[in-house]
C-alpha cells in the first residue's frame, strides 16, 4: 500500500507541506481537494519523485508510474499519436491508438501535430497518453480542467474503466468529481 | 497555384524594370539588359569551363557550410550543457558573427592556399551563425517536458528524438536556410578576393578586369540560381527528416 509518512516541503520560507501523511489505498482512487496554492500539485511532485521532500519517507511508490500533469506537458510538434507512442513504444497498434483516441471523441486528430488542437483536445490526449502507458500508480492533476459538461462525462467513463484496479491519485477541486468518481477524499489545507 | 503566379508577376515586374532601364541607359559596361544577362549565360552554360568552375565552388562552399552547420550545432550543445564553455565560446562567437567577410578571407590567405580559402570562410561564416541560431532552441527546451519523459521512463534514443529533437528542429531549419544563403555570399566574396584557378570568384573577378559586365551578370545569376537550388535540396531533406520525427 502507497504510504506517505511525515511529509514537509518548503520553498525558502514558504512552508506548503508540513507532515502530510497518508495511506494511498491500492487500487483505489483517491481526490485530493484543496484551495488554490494549497501545496496540491507540490505533494503530487513529491510522490512522483520530481521533487524531493524536505523530510519524511515514501514507501510503495517505487512502481511504474505515469500523470497527467496540471499542464498538458504533451510535445507540441509530435502528432497525438506519435506522442502516445512516445510513453507507449511498440505496445499498441496504430489503429489500437487510433479507438482509443475516438473514445475520447478526438477521431480526427491522430495524425495532427498537438499545437493544432484546442486546450480541451491537449487535455484529452493528455489523459489517453497517461492511461495507456504501463503503470500501477496514476497522478492525474486536474484531469478534467477545460472539458465542457458532455464531454466531460464521456471522458471521466472512459477514465474509470481504463484504471480499473490501478491506484489513482487525482487532483480536483470539484466535489461532485470527489463523489461520483473518488472512493476517498483527502483535503489538504493551506499553510503559511 | 495562386500563390506561384503572384511570384511570377512579381519577378517579371522587376525584369521589366530592368530591361527599361538598360535601354534607357543604353551602355553595356553600366548595365546590362536581362536579356543580354540569359543570352551570355546560355553561351556559358555550354562551355565544359562553366560547369567546372561551377563544381569547383559548390562542393567547396557545400563542405565550409557542412562543416560550419555540424561544428556550430555540436558547439551550441556544449555550450547549453556546460557553463565553462558557453562562458568561453560566447564572446568568440559574438565577435565571429560581426568579422567581416574580407578580413577573415585575407587572414585565410596567410594561413592556406587560396584553393581551400571558401571552404574556411564559410565555415568561419557559417559556424557563429548556426551556434547562436541553435543556442537560442537549446535555451528554449521545455524543462517540463524533460520530467514528463522522466516519469514516464521513456528510453534514451526515443527521448532524445521525440523530446529533444522535435523541439529542436524548427531552429535547425532556420539556421540551415539562414547559413546556406550566407555561404553563397561569403564563398563567393572570398574567391573574388584569393582568385583560386577555375573558380566562380576568378570568373567574378575576371569580369571586373576586362569589364565584361554580361559576364558579372550572368556569373552572379548563376551564384543566386546554385544557392536557392542548395537551399531547397537541403530543405527538402531536412524536412523530411522533421515529418519522420514528427510521426515517430
Ligand atoms: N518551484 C517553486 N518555487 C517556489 N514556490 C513554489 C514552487 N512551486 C510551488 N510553489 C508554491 O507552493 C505553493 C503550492 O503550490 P502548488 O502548485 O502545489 O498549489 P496547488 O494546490 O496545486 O494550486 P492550484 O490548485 O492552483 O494548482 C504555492 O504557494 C506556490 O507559490
Ligand atoms: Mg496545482
Redesign the interface.
Known amino acids: 500500500m502507497p504510504r506517505a509518512e511525515n511529509i514537509c516541503k518548503s520553498f525558502s520560507d514558504k512552508i506548503v507541506l508540513n507532515n502530510f501523511t497518508h495511506d494511498f489505498k491500492e487500487g483505489k482512487i483517491t481526490a485530493l481537494v484543496g484551495q488554490s496554492g494549497c501545496g496540491k500539485t507540490t505533494l503530487l511532485s513529491v510522490l512522483m519523485g520530481l521533487i524531493p521532500a524536505d523530510s519524511g519517507t515514501l514507501i510503495g511508490f517505487d512502481k511504474p508510474i505515469s500523470a497527467v500533469f496540471q499542464e498538458d506537458r504533451l510535445c507540441e510538434n509530435l502528432t497525438v499519436s506519435a506522442n502516445i507512442r512516445l510513453v507507449t513504444g511498440k505496445r499498441f497498434t496504430k489503429s489500437e491508438i487510433e479507438k482509443e483516441l475516438c473514445a475520447v471523441g478526438l477521431k480526427d486528430c491522430p495524425e495532427k501535430p498537438v499545437r493544432e488542437l484546442s486546450g480541451g483536445m491537449k487535455r484529452r490526449a493528455a489523459i489517453v497518453r497517461a492511461l495507456l502507458a504501463e503503470s500501477e500508480i496514476l497522478f492525474l492533476d486536474e484531469p478534467f480542467k477545460g472539458l465542457d459538461a458532455d464531454t466531460k462525462e464521456t471522458v471521466l467513463e472512459y477514465v474509470r474503466t481504463k484504471v480499473k484496479g490501478k491506484t489513482v491519485i487525482f487532483v480536483t477541486h470539484d466535489m461532485e468529481e470527489c463523489d461520483t468518481f473518488a472512493d476517498e477524499t483527502v483535503a489538504l489545507t493551506q499553510l503559511s | 497555384m495562386k500563390k506561384a503566379l503572384l511570384i511570377s508577376a512579381g519577378i517579371l515586374f522587376w525584369l521589366i524594370v530592368w530591361q527599361v532601364a538598360a535601354l534607357a541607359i543604353d551602355s553595356s559596361i553600366l548595365l546590362v539588359s536581362p536579356l543580354d544577362v540569359i543570352k551570355r549565360l546560355g553561351e556559358l552554360i555550354i562551355t565544359a569551363d562553366f560547369w567546372q568552375s561551377i563544381l569547383f565552388s559548390s562542393c567547396r562552399i557545400m563542405l565550409g557550410f557542412f562543416i560550419g552547420l555540424v561544428t556550430g550545432t555540436v558547439l551550441a550543445v556544449f555550450m547549453g550543457k556546460f557553463r565553462v564553455i558557453r562562458i568561453i565560446f560566447s564572446p568568440l562567437i559574438s565577435v565571429m558573427k560581426s568579422i567581416p567577410v574580407a578580413s577573415f578571407t585575407i587572414l585565410a590567405l596567410f594561413w592556406i592556399r587560396s584553393e581551400n580559402l571558401s571552404v574556411l570562410v564559410t565555415f568561419l561564416i557559417c559556424t557563429p551563425i548556426v551556434c547562436s541560431n541553435m543556442q537560442a532552441g537549446i535555451d528554449s527546451l ?1 524543462p ?2 524533460k ?2 519523459a ?6 534514451a534514443l ?1 527521448r532524445f528524438s ?2 529533444y529533437l ?2 529542436l ?2 531552429y535547425f531549419r532556420s539556421a540551415s536556410a539562414l547559413a546556406i544563403g550566407l555561404s553563397w555570399k561569403s564563398g563567393a566574396a572570398a574567391e573574388v578576393i584569393g582568385i583560386p584557378d577555375g573558380s566562380i570568384g576568378e570568373k567574378l573577378f575576371m569580369s571586373k578586369i576586362y569589364l565584361e559586365t554580361a559576364d558579372l551578370f550572368a556569373w552572379t545569376a548563376a551564384v543566386i540560381l546554385l544557392s536557392l537550388l542548395c537551399e531547397k535540396l537541403f530543405l527538402l531533406v531536412v524536412g523530411i527528416l522533421q515529418k519522420k ?4
Open positions: 521545455d517540463k517536458l520530467e514528463m522522466k516519469v514516464f521512463k521513456i528510453p526515443r521525440g523530446v522535435s523541439q528542429m524548427p520525427i514528427e510521426r515517430m
